[in-house]
């Protein structure tokens, strides 16, 4: 998005050798054009996040999100209502010679416009660095699962919910995809072909939905396409993106990239496709 989130907060939290942990409460700012920006009244968002250091080179995240909203927001089966629920997950991080890997799990329980919500999401990730060559290059991997509804009708809410999302950073540069009713696979490889100051990676992603009656949701959590009759298929498409980073000074910094995007059975099938192109050129300074 071009305009950052922000919220109006208090936090609280304490940092140890072994734990460090938050506890916070919140309320999103709604950004505006022409007026001064305004805290969202209907909308509470509190929690606790912990970190347990005591594993050299490890870490382990245990977080608790809870999120309280009474303004009427539309469910993944098309209620409205209020909508109340909490997420509560583990995050296990670390690497070991030159192996570098993340899992993570959560579940969500609530109630959304009088559904009962029952979601999940896991994610698992790796990769290897080739110490000894020039370039350092890294070759990775990933799994992403987020549930989906498989029946809009049956009075629960399976479609886990992404809260406040960061999708492009986890799904493709793109930003075509969400983190609800979908399973992503990649393959990824980054180099230095000039050290610390050069920087090239690629990375390829493929999409499915899990619930081929449930939407297909963009990266802001909107539902978009849908076929009620689950008959489109389940493939949504696949994504290449390509970018290189130049370390012009210790102020500035140059980003080249290109994404493509290739639609496949799902996309093809509900409505006009076209594969999409991303170019873009990004400076940075920083002071």
């Known amino acids: 998005v071009n305009v950052r989130r922000r919220f109006d907060a208090v936090k609280l939290f304490a940092k140890g050798e072994t734990w460090d942990i938050d506890f916070w409460y919140a309320k999103p700012v709604v950004v505006q054009r022409k007026q001064r920006d305004r805290f969202d009244e209907d909308v509470d968002f509190y929690g606790a996040y912990a970190t347990y250091k005591g594993i050299k080179k490890h870490g382990i995240d245990l977080y608790l999100l809870a999120i309280d909203d009474t303004g009427d927001s539309r469910n993944p089966n098309g209620k409205t209502g209020d909508h ?12 070991t010679a030159s192996f570098d890997y993340e899992a993570e799990l959560a579940g969500q329980w609530g109630h959304w416009a009088g559904d009962t919500v029952q979601a999940w999401s896991w994610t698992l990730d790796g990769g290897y660095t080739l110490e000894p060559v020039a370039w350092k290059p890294r070759i990775g991997a990933g799994f992403d699962w987020a549930s989906g509804d498989e029946d809009p009708r049956d009075g629960k809410v399976g479609t886990y919910d992404q809260l406040f999302l960061l999708g492009h950073k986890y799904l493709g540069l793109l930003d075509v995809i969400g983190r ?38 963009g990266a802001a959590g909107t539902p978009g396409r849908r076929d009620p009759t689950g008959h489109s298929g389940t493939e949504i498409g696949h994504e290449l993106d390509v970018t290189v980073t130049w370390k012009v000074d210790v102020h500035s910094s140059l980003l080249f990239g290109y994404s493509h995007f290739w639609d496949s059975d799902f ?17 940075a300074l920083k002071f």
């Open 84 to 95: 109340n629920d909490y997420t509560i997950g583990s995050r296990f991080w670390g690497k």
């Open 180 to 217: 609800q009713n979908v399973t992503a696979a990649n393959v990824n490889l980054s180099a230095w072909p000039i050290a610390e100051k050069v920087g090239a990676a690629m990375a390829y992603h493929a999409f499915w939905l899990n619930d081929d009656r449930d939407a297909l949701y």
């Open 267 to 283: 996309i093809i099938q509900t409505g006009p496709s076209e594969d999409a192109d991303l170019f873009y050129v990004q400076y």
